[in-house]
């Protein structure tokens, strides 16, 4: 049984449907990321999960019980907040022994409890400052002992790494996810930042206009998406639109399939697509701009199409860059590797991530 | 080759917008020679008249002297009076702080016309003299006719009217009811703007919504709530027009006593004494209660 | 808040209850004297009662044919004008000064400009007839002018520095990019943004000086009483709906005059 069910939950905020039939099963100890644009419902989601939303249709379990009813003070979960939400007028200690207070636990309880949490973040000598005296890393990691402490079943947080700075955050990151391995909760994280999913999470849950499009492993997201917004929303990708005719693709380099016929999408992320100077079999253009990003210059093809093809191409010591205006053939290197999707999508053919 | 344009000295055009703008105090300077003059002046005097005789008006002989601070100071009228005004003031600003704050409160939860409704209602009476504030409370509370015994005699609550006018119940409640707006407009300020997601953690710790009202909500308004008790204190410990019109002829306070000295006694020496007294220990009590709220609001303070 | 209105503990449910029951009598006890005033006024015989026995006019029509009252209305509203126009001379550009100021001190100044309010009314107006008769000058209208706006000077300088500190300094930057001098950019962009704040600043001292007793009893002329001043004596002598009447038209007064500040900057602005 699944630790947390999310069942054909749905809700609306007047016309506007916020969450539309969502369903999710997550086992004990998963991490998962629930990843996004604004506005895909993701926050909605988790706040509903935590009670602060009533959801007008569906349910939600945990451990088989459904808490959909409960209030937020009665359902066993813990929420960190994008703020952190650390209460300024006590000390961190009385932050942490918080919910433990609430539940008129016996004083020598707390203190070694709420001593335990301060060392597993280890902000033991921090115990008796204010919120405010402590930097945005440590008010996060205070934030987690405190919901930690009450050994919830799941733990949920909100974009818990914006407010920190950008050269801090992989390295919280992955301090992070050290932690809650060690404790063994189950979580789920909010984000829009698609790096952050990739680091944290044993499973993505793609969300957009209000439903859960792709849950999978962060590579198989990645190598297998099933949509356009998908294979656009994770990495880069260059979305070719081209049409399915008896097993083979009618585009100029023609890919095996087993699509039945009709429009497609051809998806192959930039690092799939070679480059070939002279004749090829492939789409033939002219190299237009280019960018340095280090290990790999990124070029972008006019083929003649709505978006440039974007290849990306390891340096390759001695050999200088290709000029803008080179005439090449930009091949898919992979085929195996390319990935093709039923119907044109309506983006048909934007190409960043 | 020297440039032509370079070499001419610039002329400053005194323009109204670099008169305001330019980040200089002359702006200023009017109001503060106005305050200097019509303000500190007239202050100083107050003081200094404490310390002489004033004869009819003027300075009479005698120059410096301590008799009238003394005579003040040595009478026990004046302190029983000083503790009158003391008390007054504390039960009617603890009591409007019991009535404001869940106005405040309940004002962030509204929305629409409702609120507006409920703004017209606190700001109004502060556009209203204070005069026909108090004579509200002299129609409802006083003696046989007065409206709360005229409905209680005929509820039949009461056999005898209630003697309520002319005492320091009435003034106390005129002084509750009329400070009201001054409590809630800073409470209200603070509240209408507080961050929901405290409470929301509060809850989601597992605190009940009246745990959450005292654990978090009114712990982190107690600044507002210190700077509110310490304005209506001040206002309600000064304030002579109350208890004169609700305590009657033969009922005083401090302030009262300030009024009658110089306007009704015309000893001007007496009335700057009893004036000076006053407002020294005004300071005092009000500088006594931002102190003690200052124990509450330790972690406002603190920095990184 | 749709978090407070899911189902809870009986507890909270008869917490709740109290509070709103709380809430709504201390609403009424807000409102309810200004109330029973009002419906007072309207009283036909010649004494209070509540609920009023009839509907009159008679008390307001006592209220214009009062010489008296009708005397002291012109004297206070002669003089409320005249305040309200020094305070706005004078608190306008303190404000400037105060908010765009580069100096030492300015804290202090700010701090000296808000000071009147920080003493009762009384101590202003004694301190003020004491001053006056130091230099032989008597309770007058113009001692009464004088010590009022000092006492006002306070709101203005408090309202127009609110709303200048809030102006987006880059708007300034941008008009001199777009080629204003200073005092163009003054005029059309500094100017209008603080027109309905000065305005609304104008419109409180004006009320506030119309109304006020604490400073009046010592420095107005006993033969020209201002409107509270007035009513001061009046109160104490005469039980009469009269004065409910005038308590009536006063309330009139101020709701009036928040329509005109909330049309300014709108009400929410004077709260904080």
Same mark, same amino acid.
């Given at each position: 049984? %699944?630790?947390?069910?999310?069942?054909?939950?749905?809700?609306?905020?007047?016309?506007?449907?916020?969450?539309?039939?969502?369903?999710?099963? @997550?086992?004990?100890?998963?991490? @998962?990321?629930?990843?996004?644009?604004?506005?895909?419902?993701?926050?909605?989601?988790?706040?509903?999960?935590?009670?602060?939303?009533?959801?007008?249709?569906?349910?939600?379990?945990?451990?088989?019980?459904?808490?959909?009813?409960?209030?937020?003070?009665?359902? *066993?979960?813990?929420?960190?907040?994008?703020?952190?939400?650390?209460?300024?007028?006590?000390?961190?200690? *009385?932050?942490?022994?918080? #919910?433990?207070?609430?539940?008129?636990?016996?004083?020598?309880?707390?203190?070694?409890?709420?001593?335990?949490?301060? %060392?597993?973040?280890?902000?033991?000598?921090?115990?008796?400052?204010?919120?405010?005296?402590? %930097?945005?890393?440590?008010?996060?990691?205070?934030?987690?002992?405190?919901?930690?402490?009450?050994?919830?079943?799941?733990?949920?947080?909100?974009?818990?790494?914006?407010?920190?700075?950008?050269?801090?955050?992989?390295?919280?990151?992955?301090?992070?996810?050290?932690?809650?391995?060690?404790?063994?909760?189950?979580?789920?994280? @909010?984000?829009?930042?698609?790096?952050?999913?990739?680091?944290?999470?044993?499973?993505i849950a793609i969300m957009r206009g209000g439903r859960i499009e792709q849950l999978g492993a962060p590579l198989d997201i990645y190598d297998r998406p099933r949509t356009d917004f998908v294979a656009d929303f994770i990495g880069r990708a260059n979305l070719l639109p081209t049409e399915v005719a008896g097993g083979r693709t009618r585009s100029p380099q023609p890919i095996a399939t087993e699509l039945p016929d009709g429009p497609a999408t051809l998806v192959a992320r930039p690092e799939n697509i070679e480059i070939v100077t002279g004749?090829?079999?492939?789409?033939?253009?002219?190299? #237009?701009?280019?960018?340095?990003?280090?290990?790999?210059?990124?070029?972008?093809?006019?083929? #003649?199409?709505?978006?440039?093809?974007?290849?990306?191409?390891?340096?390759?010591?001695?050999?200088?860059?290709?000029?803008? #205006?080179?005439?090449?053939?930009?091949?898919?290197? *992979?085929?195996?590797?390319?990935?093709?999707?039923?119907?044109?999508?309506?983006?048909?053919?934007?190409?960043?991530? | 080759m020297v440039d032509a344009t370079l070499m001419a000295p610039r002329r400053r055009r005194f323009s109204l917008a670099s008169f305001l703008d330019g980040g200089g105090f002359w702006p200023a300077v009017p109001a503060v020679l106005y305050l200097a003059v019509f303000m500190v002046a007239p202050i100083v005097t107050l003081? $200094?008249?404490?310390?002489?005789?004033?004869?009819?008006?003027?300075?009479?002989?005698?120059?410096?002297?301590?008799?009238?601070? $003394?005579?003040?100071? &040595?009478?026990?009228?004046? =302190?029983?009076?000083? =503790?009158? &005004?003391? =008390?007054?003031?504390?039960? &009617?600003?603890?009591?409007?702080?019991?009535?404001?704050?869940?106005?405040?409160?309940?004002?962030?939860?509204?929305?629409?016309?409702?609120?507006?409704?409920?703004?017209v209602a606190i700001i109004s009476p502060l556009l209203t003299s204070a005069l026909v504030r108090t004579y509200a409370w002299i129609v409802v509370l006083g003696g046989r006719r007065g409206l709360l015994n005229q409905t209680l005699l005929s509820l039949g609550i009461v056999d005898q009217p209630l003697q309520l006018l002319n005492t320091s119940t009435a003034v106390v409640i005129g002084m509750t009811q009329i400070h009201l707006p001054f409590m809630i407009l800073p409470l209200l300020a603070v509240l209408s703007e507080r961050d929901r997601r405290f409470e929301e953690a509060s809850l989601n710790l597992g605190a009940s919504e009246v745990s959450t009202f005292f654990r978090v909500v009114v712990p982190m308004s107690m600044p507002a709530i210190v700077a509110g008790f310490a304005l209506v204190f001040a206002v309600s410990y000064t304030n002579f027009i109350i208890p004169q019109l609700l305590g009657g002829g033969n009922y005083s306070t401090l302030a009262v006593q300030v009024y009658e000295q110089t306007i009704v006694v015309l000893d001007w020496s007496r009335g700057a004494a009893l004036a000076t007294l006053l407002l020294s220990t005004c300071f005092l009590f009000v500088f006594a209660i931002v102190a003690l709220g200052n124990c509450f609001t330790r972690w406002n303070e603190v920095r990184r | 808040m749709s978090v407070l209105r899911q189902t809870s503990t009986a507890g909270d449910r008869v917490a709740r209850a109290g509070f709103i029951a709380l809430t709504a009598f201390s609403v009424l006890l807000l409102v309810a004297p200004s109330l029973i005033v009002i419906a007072i006024s309207f009283e036909p015989r010649a004494y209070i009662a509540f609920p009023p026995s009839g509907f009159s006019w008679r008390w307001y029509a006592a209220v214009f044919q009062n010489q008296q009252l009708i005397d002291s209305v012109w004297v206070s509203l002669r003089i409320s004008v005249i305040v309200m126009l020094i305070c706005l001379a004078f608190g306008v550009p303190a404000a400037f000064a105060s908010v765009r100021g580069r100096f030492v001190g300015k804290a202090g100044l700010n701090a000296f400009l808000?000071?009147?309010?920080?003493?009762?009314?009384?101590?202003?107006?004694?301190?003020?007839?004491?001053?006056?008769?130091?230099?032989?000058?008597?309770?007058s209208d113009l001692m009464l002018v004088l010590s009022l706006s000092v006492f006002?000077?306070?709101?203005?300088?408090?309202?127009?520095?609110?709303?200048?500190?809030?102006?987006?300094?880059?708007?300034?930057?941008?008009?001199?990019?777009?080629?204003?001098?200073?005092?163009?950019?003054? !005029?059309?962009?500094?100017?209008?943004?603080?027109?309905?704040?000065?305005?609304?600043?104008?419109?409180?001292?004006?009320?506030?000086?119309?109304?006020?007793?604490?400073?009046?009893?010592?420095?107005?002329?006993? !033969?020209? !009483?201002?409107?509270?001043?007035?009513?001061?004596y009046l109160v104490q002598f005469d039980s009469s709906p009269i004065i409910a009447a005038i308590s009536a038209l006063e309330i009139g007064l101020s709701f009036l005059v928040m329509l005109v500040i909330a049309k300014a900057v709108g009400l929410d602005r004077l709260a904080r």
């Open positions: 049984m %699944s630790q947390l069910v999310i069942e054909n939950v749905s809700k609306e905020f007047g016309a506007l449907k916020v969450l539309q039939s969502c369903h999710l099963a @997550v086992e004990k100890g998963q991490v @998962v990321t629930l990843l996004g644009p604004s506005g895909c419902g993701k926050t909605t989601l988790l706040r509903s999960i935590a009670g602060f939303l009533q959801p007008d249709d569906g349910r939600i379990l945990v451990n088989g019980t459904d808490i959909s009813h409960l209030p937020p003070n009665r359902r *066993d979960v813990g929420y960190v907040f994008q703020n952190y939400a650390l209460f300024p007028h006590l000390t961190i200690r *009385d932050n942490i022994a918080y #919910g433990l207070t609430i539940r008129r636990r016996p004083r020598e309880e707390i203190r070694r409890r709420v001593d335990e949490a301060l %060392s597993l973040i280890a902000l033991s000598a921090f115990a008796d400052r204010f919120p405010k005296q402590l %930097s945005g890393g440590q008010q996060q990691r205070v934030a987690i002992a405190r919901s930690l402490v009450l050994e919830p079943e799941v733990l949920l947080l909100d974009e818990p790494f914006n407010a920190l700075d950008a050269q801090l955050r992989l390295s919280m990151q992955i301090e992070l996810r050290k932690l809650i391995d060690r404790v063994g909760i189950t979580s789920i994280f @909010v984000t829009h930042d698609q790096q952050e999913a990739m680091t944290l999470s044993d499973r004749d090829a079999v492939g789409w033939s253009g002219m190299i #237009g701009f280019s960018t340095a990003l280090g290990p790999v210059i990124e070029y972008e093809i006019d083929c #003649g199409l709505r978006e440039p093809i974007r290849a990306a191409i390891p340096r390759q010591a001695g050999r200088a860059p290709l000029e803008p #205006g080179t005439r090449v053939t930009a091949r898919v290197r *992979d085929e195996a590797a390319a990935v093709l999707l039923p119907g044109r999508g309506a983006q048909g053919g934007t190409a960043h991530g | 003081l $200094a008249f404490g310390f002489v005789t004033i004869d009819r008006g003027t300075v009479g002989e005698g120059g410096f002297t301590l008799a009238h601070m $003394a005579g003040v100071l &040595s009478d026990p009228l004046v =302190w029983r009076l000083m =503790w009158r &005004s003391f =008390w007054i003031a504390v039960v &009617s600003t603890t009591l409007t702080l019991v009535f404001a704050y869940p106005v405040a409160y309940a004002y962030g939860h509204l929305k629409g016309i409702a609120r507006t409704l409920l703004l | 808000l000071s009147p309010q920080m003493m009762p009314g009384m101590v202003i107006g004694i301190a003020s007839l004491f001053f006056g008769a130091y230099i032989a000058f008597r309770a006002c000077l306070p709101f203005v300088v408090r309202i127009v520095m609110a709303r200048l500190s809030g102006l987006d300094p880059l708007l300034d930057e941008a008009s001199a990019n777009l080629g204003a001098g200073k005092l163009t950019t003054f !005029r059309r962009v500094t100017l209008p943004q603080i027109a309905p704040a000065a305005f609304a600043a104008a419109a409180f001292t004006f009320i506030e000086a119309f109304d006020n007793v604490t400073v009046s009893l010592f420095t107005s002329d006993v !033969r020209a !009483r201002p409107l509270p001043v007035e009513l001061y």
